[in-house]
């Protein structure tokens, strides 16, 4: 029976791969995209949207903790519990996604000041959150596709950088975020 469910599992996984790959890259050109305003804005900045920012914040915030909490169950044990920390903390990421990349084609990009005085620590701390933001999506897309299947080995591997990568991101969102707020528009 294991010589016939090997390949399976082999096939499964290059899909996975290719899907993770597909996503990642897909995520990634949508970003460059918005940046660089290939896609028209509308004519009017919806007055909700300046409102993102601070989601997108108490999101990555609310991420942070919920991966702590994670971490917490699966050091007691509690497989179950750390599930489902696990996949609201994914569905929370993903909506933070979708909320900053609607953002940034809303209102596009805000520039923090020549002449405020942490602008070397802010620009170190916002290069570090995306490469590693960009970093991370496949690795956090690969442990949960181990994690769920159920291949402890293959995901604790994993988690061991996703875990404090994803953290980081995280909570560099929430700096980011206090660091720029004052100088939004509105």
Known sequence: MNTTSQPTIKNNDKLVFRLVLG????VFLTVI??????IPKPDTIPSWTYFLPMLNAFINGTCAILLLVSLNFIRRKNIDAH??????TFCLSSLFL?????????AGDTHYPETAPMRGLYFFILITHIILAAAVLPLILLSFY??????????????RFTFPIWLYVT?????VYLMISPYYPV
């Open 83 to 88: 599930k489902k920390v696990n996949i609201i």
């Open 98 to 106: 979708v909320s900053y990349i609607l953002f940034h084609w809303l």
């Open 23 to 26: 996503i990642s890259i897909f």
């Open 33 to 38: 995209i918005l940046n660089r305003q290939i």
């Open 146 to 159: 181990r994690g769920l299947q159920m291949q402890v080995a293959q995901h604790r591997k994993l988690v």
């Open 171 to 175: 909570i560099t969102g929430v700096i």
